[in-house]
């Protein structure tokens, strides 16, 4: 999981809670779109730390052996 499927959780779960006018006896359609919507942020932010992270650690390779 990555940037792309954060923000596809995102669109998805905002179809689901904003533009999708069905009702369904079984499930609420609008918290499922808010959870997916959650999910979405959360995966996005995650991937950006750990993306920040794997940027940041230096070259292991000890430059004095060149």
Same mark, same amino acid.
């Given at each position: 999981?990555?940037?792309?499927?954060?923000?596809? !959780?995102?669109?998805?779960?905002?179809? @689901? *809670?904003? *533009? @999708?006018?069905?009702?369904v006896?079984?499930?609420? !359609?609008?918290?499922?779109? %808010? !959870?997916?919507?959650?999910?979405?942020?959360?995966?996005?932010?995650?991937? @950006?730390?750990? %993306? *920040?992270?794997r940027?940041?650690?230096?070259?292991?390779?000890?430059?004095? @052996?060149?």
């Open positions: 999981m990555g940037i792309g499927s954060g923000i596809v !959780l995102f669109v998805i779960g905002a179809v @689901l *809670a904003f *533009a @999708l006018n069905v009702t006896d079984w499930i609420d !359609l609008n918290m499922v779109g %808010y !959870l997916l919507m959650g999910a979405g942020a959360l995966i996005f932010l995650i991937s @950006l730390v750990l %993306y *920040a992270r940027r940041s650690v230096r070259d292991p390779i000890d430059p004095g @052996l060149e």
